[in-house]
């Protein structure tokens, strides 16, 4: 664990360098700042809760810290799995990689489904040349019998390497009428930025609240997907599953049924899959049910410290938020970031919010539980 001191004494931890597809949740500005707030407390057992692409867990791991990652989503389990639970050295890795990266292309179901050509005026989030290769690597992955983690680090590869010739604003619930221009290159399969983890780290899918029903952590950093803010948006434009329905299918290969424009998974439809935490409407209280399940997650969570990032964007008050956490904890730290103006502010004590009319900021809020 690479480390120096804070203007205040206490050791700073210094933030790793981590590698992620392009992601509506990604945590790579913030984590620096994550890395502030917990340089100054005893932990070693740590739980990145939403881990989403995994750069706070890569980050987590990468530092030294005994990580667990969990998430609802099966290609963030791989991408966790691929970073989290390897050994061996990265160069093992290169003869897989070259190997498919050197396979003919052909048109599957991906090419079907997802390619595009120059010619053609339906708006396809990759193009054909693209799709071709993904058809082939794909089904590649699955004919060479893997190891578990040798697998998840091939797909993490071609899941990066597809995200670097999309033709899309970073997800999957709307394509670009005109080819981007990073469509244009020749997908190119690389070997992952991984490293060699010597801690037993765990990577577990499934709902956040059997993750910590019967396990306890020193540090629980939480990053749920806040429902929008904004009234008239549907809510099918702040769901996750929709976002990255291709990852999903990706990952599984499982040609599932598809429906709507962009040709998305019939298991990724609002009404499947929707998170508590993504819900926009309140309770016959007046409370937004997704603040009431963040109320649930702390309480269940066996942890001495909860780290908890909240976006101004999202449906909460800080009152709300502030009641959370004074009700079973005390907050010990809290951050203010505006990335427009670059801006990192130290909340003061007395729980006001600094600059809380400003737009769009995020917010760490660190606590111990009673």
Known sequence: MSATLDLFGNTKIETPKTEGIKYAGSKLKILPYIFDMISGI???NVLDGFSGSTRVSQALAKSGF???SSDISVWSETLAKGYLLNTK???EYKQIIDHLNSLEGYEGWFSEHYGGTLENKEKRPFQLKNTKKLDAIRDE????NLDEVSKSVALTSLILALDSVDSTLGHYAAYLADWSPRSHNDIKLKVPLLFQNTRENIVLRGDI??????RTYDLAYFDPPYGSNNEKMPPSRVRYNSYYHIWTSVILNDKPKLFGKVNRREDSRDEVAASVFEEFRKDENGHFIAMQAIRRLINETNSRYILLSYSSGGRATKEELFDIINSAGKLIRALEIDYKKNVMGQMRWTNEWINSDGKYLEYL???EKH
């Open 141 to 144: 992955i699955d004919n060479l």
């Open 89 to 91: 050295k990265p160069s």
């Open 42 to 44: 005893e932990v070693d």
């Open 209 to 214: 609240f059997d993750t910590v029903k019967e």
């Open 365 to 367: 809020f660190l606590m």
């Open 66 to 68: 005994k990580t667990t």
